[in-house]
């Protein structure tokens, strides 16, 4: 069996929990337009700016600000819900129908070659935010990986998070 190490992982994987401490909302949340009370709030007004490409009635679709690779999305459901389990069946098959979406736009803009699509469900998973599911979509490529991520802790991306903004909106908008 052969090894591969990601010594770059070590800082993350022993920095404790990322959950929000007392009355603070989780990312998502906060990105959702929770108003601190569970109710929704009228966040569109600052979907450019917190890089949310596309909303549905359950669940929204966000750039990561970390990406793995240029049009790396986050689908994320308005509630605040840790499990699959937990959530709710209409959640779910929308979730599902916007990566759907998400897979057809991000192969029409970035030609993918294939595609990540998918949860890590609780902190020891690997989840940055646990208390609150979240599917990963990036499109992949041939060849696409490299040297510079183990050695250089470093990731090489093409594209801006605003340029991918403004792609992936405008063609999730056509959609």
Known sequence: MDYLWSPWRYRYVTSG?????????????RVAGHSGTGRLGTAQSTDRENYVVQRGERNFIMLNRY????GHVMIAPYEHVAT???ARTETLEELIRLAQRAEAALRRIYSAGGLNLGFNIG?????????HIHM???PRWAGDTGFITTTGETRVLPEDLESTWEKLSAALRTE
């Open 123 to 131: 902190q020891c998973a690997g989840a940055g935010i646990a208390g």
């Open 67 to 70: 990406p793995y690779s240029s």
């Open 84 to 86: 699959l389990e937990a």
């Open 17 to 29: 929990p990322q959950e929000p401490e007392g009355g603070e909302l989780c990312l998502f949340c």
């Open 136 to 138: 990963h979509v990036l």
